[in-house]
């Protein structure tokens, strides 16, 4: 099945700073990647999400790249904000019959930003 | 834009008891939902693939004996944690894929979660 490795565990980053966090996976055929924030105790909201057709997306502040060869997608924020602070995960799927929808997740970074 | 609604939110329970937990899509059709779960600091664990009509698919290592699942309707999914012990104390949270008629509708969301506490 699916692997999806995630880093770094925990980012700690100044107020204005970027910050970056990569995922890798094992299952070739995986064709979407979507990223969750999630803050404590509450349920993961999806902020941005790529498809494999596309090797780069943007939505204001926060983008996404993949990198099908390498199998490696990366989350970039840019100009943090303290309310940025949460834990960000990532996921593979892989589209088309019985596991359509099914999300392999990595295994999470808390991002902490600094005022 | 696809709301999941999922109940209680927090539950506290003595060993041995039974608790159900409630997935419901308030504003679209859900035939496929997911249950996963967590645990504090962790990552979300898929434990099943709820059906519409069928029988829900587990993953490996948990037991459909224990964690019984049904998906009687198109906008609503159960998890019914059995005989539960503090073990299985954790952090159970639903997704629903996301309505048609988008080409491709894999967007999942999720509910609120529920907390569960077995004494």
């Known amino acids: 099945g699916e692997n999806v490795e995630q880093h770094p565990s925990t980012l700690s980053v100044q107020e204005g700073d970027s910050a970056v966090i990569k995922c890798t996976y094992s299952?070739?055929?995986?064709?979407?990647f979507p990223w969750y924030k999630q803050e404590l105790g509450k349920r993961p909201q999806l902020i941005i999400d790529i498809r494999s057709n596309v090797g780069e997306k943007k939505d204001q502040r926060i983008a996404v790249t993949l990198n099908k060869t390498a199998k490696h997608f990366s989350l970039h924020i840019t100009e943090t904000q303290p309310e940025d602070s949460a834990v960000y995960f990532c996921?593979?799927?892989?589209?088309?019959?019985?596991?359509?929808?099914?999300?392999?997740f990595g295994q999470g970074t808390i991002l902490t930003v600094h005022p | 834009g696809a709301v999941v609604s999922q109940h209680p939110s927090r539950v506290i329970c003595k060993s041995g008891t039974s608790v159900k937990i409630e997935c419901r899509s308030l504003d679209f059709q859900a035939t496929t939902m997911f249950w996963y779960r967590q645990f504090p600091k962790q990552s979300l664990m898929l434990m099943a693939t709820?059906?519409?009509?069928?029988?829900?698919?587990?993953e490996q290592g948990v037991e459909k004996d224990k964690f019984l699942i049904n998906h009687a309707s198109l906008t609503l999914s159960t998890l019914t944690v059995t005989s539960a012990h503090p073990e299985d104390s954790s952090f159970y949270i639903c997704?629903?894929?996301?309505?048609?008629?988008?080409?491709?509708?894999?967007?999942?969301?999720f509910g609120s979660g529920t907390q569960l506490s077995v004494l």
């Open positions: 299952d070739s055929a995986s064709n979407y």
């Open positions: 997704s629903a894929r996301g309505p048609p008629p988008t080409v491709t509708n894999e967007k999942l969301f």
């Open positions: 996921a593979a799927s892989t589209g088309g019959g019985t596991s359509y929808g099914k999300l392999t």
């Open positions: 709820s059906n519409e009509g069928s029988k829900a698919t587990y």
